[in-house]
């Protein structure tokens, strides 16, 4: 079975504070890819990264980096100087296509960053 | 990035009326689409796999007879919400999955309100 945490409900910070999303994951595929999703208040999700198992390599894409440990089964999500149009719901997700694996992706209960201006 | 739609985006209804909700992938052809519901400040709830030319694959709870769904295409596939009552009210979600990246795409979501 596939499982998704996010620990932190709600994230309240304010402008240009860094932040860093947790996300701890179990799956029995040795193969298997990870999303970050954001879904602002219009409600609209939004991709942002998909990181396969075994690309441990972490990603930086302007404020937005990634640090995927597979040691620790966490892919964690940091917004650097965080701004307000930062404000949304971010969803981790986990694919295991593979090896018997469900495609069905398995979501995360979310985190609710605000940030304050 | 791919784009899905998805329609309407909001739509009230009296209790006891049919809904369609129709969801298209506009640049890629989907074979698996997901039909998700949305509860206010909740993840959300995965209804059903739609694979394309075949019936679609319902989680457990929820009602095949009461949402039904057809994915006619590869492109498009469609949510009717039978009977609506008051607590079906709520935000649903569409996606179309890519491959071979098993990337989700998602449409903006119809907030449905059954008065």
């Known amino acids: 079975a596939q499982k998704v945490t996010q620990a932190q409900t709600e994230i309240s910070v304010v402008e240009k504070e860094d932040v860093t999303l947790d996300c701890v994951y179990e799956?029995?595929?040795?193969?298997?890819?990870l999303f970050w999703y954001k879904q602002p208040p219009s409600g609209e999700l939004v991709f942002l990264i998909r990181?396969?198992?075994?690309?441990?390599q972490n990603e930086i894409s302007g404020r937005y980096s990634w640090n995927f440990q597979k040691s620790t089964s966490s892919f964690n999500f940091t917004i650097t100087a965080s701004q307000v149009v930062d404000s949304a719901v971010y969803f981790c997700?986990?694919?295991?296509?593979?090896?018997?694996?469900?495609?069905?992706?398995?979501f995360g209960r979310g985190t609710s960053l605000i940030v304050h201006p | 990035g791919a784009v899905v739609s998805q329609h309407p985006s909001w739509v009230i209804c009296k209790s006891g009326t049919s809904v369609k909700i129709e969801c298209r992938s506009l640049?890629?052809?989907?074979?698996?689409m997901f039909w998700y519901r949305q509860f206010p400040k909740q993840s959300l709830m995965l209804m059903a796999t739609?694979?394309?030319?075949?019936?679609?694959?319902?989680e457990q709870g929820v009602e095949k007879d009461k949402f039904l769904i057809n994915h006619a295409s590869l492109t498009l596939s469609t949510l009717t919400v039978t009977s609506a009552h008051p607590e079906d009210s709520s935000f649903y979600i569409c996606?179309?999955?890519?491959?071979?990246?098993?990337?989700?795409?998602f449409g903006p979501g119809t907030r449905l309100t059954v008065t």
């Open positions: 996606s179309a999955q890519a491959e071979p990246s098993y990337e989700q795409y």
């Open positions: 799956t029995r595929d040795t193969t298997y890819y």
């Open positions: 990181r396969n198992s075994f690309d441990e």
């Open positions: 997700a986990l694919t295991a296509p593979w090896s018997g694996g469900s495609y069905i992706p398995t």
């Open positions: 640049d890629f052809q989907a074979t698996t």
């Open positions: 739609s694979n394309e030319g075949s019936k679609a694959t319902y």
